[in-house]
């Protein structure tokens, strides 16, 4: 991510720390989307030569994900390949530059308290990051199964989320990460993992 110039000196780029097993989808340009995908793909079906519908859906799928993040301001997609035991762990997080139309910065208490008077079940607080004062929503959403049948209310799952509101030093922008799994069983746990790769967030020149 590379932040536009400015007077007060933004810093030019972030890094973050992923465990081992994150897959990062660079989402824009479109050419290196594309690229990161068929990288994606190509190391999940790596030896596997007689499944060529299944690596087509997932080449599909990701491509809409991707498309669909790349639209909403997003310039980084990471997804969690790591594994335990033979299952996969599911989560993503999704970086965002978010711009905001304001003449001066705003304080991570004013957009908390924004954001928890929205209602809903979620946990709105401040926190104190290495890269400054950072704004976390934790929050769970229930997610319609994928074949669920609408007449089927009940099949349904709770995802669990959160952002990360983390304001660029010397913009008005905030970056955004939002982290997602669907295993709401293990939500402490898997928001323990989201804290502390927010927590390695640092601003490079």
Same mark, same amino acid.
């Given at each position: 991510?590379?932040?536009? =110039?400015?007077? &007060? @000196?933004?810093?030019?780029? $972030?890094?973050? *720390?992923?465990?081992? /097993?994150? #897959?990062? %989808?660079?989402?824009?340009?479109?050419?290196?989307?594309?690229?990161?995908?068929?990288?994606?793909?190509?190391?999940?079906?790596?030896?596997?030569?007689?499944?060529?519908?299944?690596?087509?859906?997932?080449?599909?799928?990701?491509?809409?994900?991707?498309?669909? =993040?790349?639209? &909403? @301001?997003?310039?980084?997609? $990471?997804?969690? *390949?790591?594994?335990? /035991?033979? #299952?996969? %762990?599911?989560?993503?997080?999704?970086?965002?530059?978010?711009?905001?139309?304001?003449?001066?910065?705003?304080?991570?208490?004013?957009?908390?308290?924004?954001?928890?008077?929205?209602?809903?079940?979620?946990?709105?607080?401040?926190?104190?990051?290495?890269?400054?004062?950072?704004?976390?929503?934790?929050?769970?959403?229930?997610?319609?199964?994928?074949?669920?049948?609408?007449?089927?209310?009940?099949?349904?799952?709770?995802?669990?989320?959160?952002?990360?509101?983390?304001?660029?030093?010397?913009?008005?922008?905030?970056?955004?990460?939002?982290?997602?799994?669907?295993?709401?069983?293990?939500?402490?746990?898997?928001?323990?993992?989201?804290?502390?790769?927010?927590?390695?967030?640092?601003?490079?020149?």
């Amino acid at each position: 991510m590379t932040t536009a =110039a400015h007077e &007060s @000196g933004p810093p030019r780029d $972030y890094r973050l *720390l992923l465990p081992d /097993g994150w #897959f990062r %989808i660079v989402l824009d340009p479109p050419e290196e989307r594309e690229r990161s995908i068929d990288a994606l793909v190509e190391r999940q079906f790596q030896g596997i030569d007689n499944a060529p519908h299944l690596k087509d859906d997932l080449r599909k799928d990701l491509r809409r994900r991707s498309a669909k =993040a790349a639209r &909403s @301001g997003g310039v980084e997609l $990471y997804l969690s *390949l790591q594994q335990v /035991g033979p #299952f996969t %762990i599911p989560a993503s997080l999704l970086v965002t530059l978010a711009p905001l139309q304001h003449p001066q910065p705003l304080p991570a208490q004013a957009l908390a308290q924004a954001l928890a008077a929205d209602g809903g079940e979620a946990t709105v607080s401040t926190e104190e990051l290495p890269s400054g004062e950072a704004v976390r929503v934790r929050r769970l959403t229930t997610q319609p199964e994928p074949d669920a049948d609408a007449s089927a209310p009940n099949e349904s799952h709770r995802s669990v989320s959160v952002e990360y509101h983390v304001p660029v030093p010397g913009t008005t922008a905030f970056l955004l990460l939002t982290f997602s799994t669907p295993l709401e069983p293990i939500a402490d746990a898997m928001a323990e993992l989201f804290d502390a790769i927010a927590g390695s967030l640092t601003w490079t020149e």
